[in-house]
């Protein structure tokens, strides 16, 4: 069975950090493309960023350019999103998608076949 499995959302104050964890069991990452979404209530899910196969391409949606840093290590099947100067506008549950293809950075969630569960983020003082 192929999952992806997020972890590490939680509450922080507004300026601190996170780091998201994306872990794959069932299937090794090396050939997949990554996503993060997120979703806020009463909100479309929106694209957060993206790498590709071989970390060559990554993207960041304008709202989180120079703050969220997205990375991953296949020996470790995981993917990572580091979070900083975070905004209460962040507070979302945040998403993970895998998508089988090389060397692209996918951002349309429609284009992504496998997805986590989900971890909750809250930013709040």
């Known amino acids: 069975q192929l999952q992806l499995v997020e972890s590490g959302g939680g509450l922080v104050q507004p300026g601190g950090s996170l780091r998201l964890s994306c872990a794959a069991s069932g299937f090794t990452l090396d050939d997949y493309a990554i996503g993060w979404f997120r979703q806020a209530p009463g909100k479309e899910r929106e694209a957060v960023s993206c790498?590709?196969?071989?970390?060559?391409?990554?993207n960041y949606g304008d709202s989180v350019k120079g703050r969220f840093t997205i990375s991953r290590d296949n020996a470790k099947n995981t993917v990572y999103l580091q979070m900083n100067s975070l905004k209460p506008e962040d507070t979302a549950a945040y998403y993970c998608?895998?998508?089988?293809?090389?060397?692209?950075?996918?951002?349309?969630?429609?284009?992504?076949?496998?997805w986590g569960q989900g971890t909750q983020v809250t930013v709040s003082s």
């Open positions: 998608a895998a998508v089988h293809v090389q060397a692209m950075c996918l951002y349309m969630a429609y284009e992504y076949d496998i």
């Open positions: 790498i590709s196969t071989s970390s060559s391409n990554t």
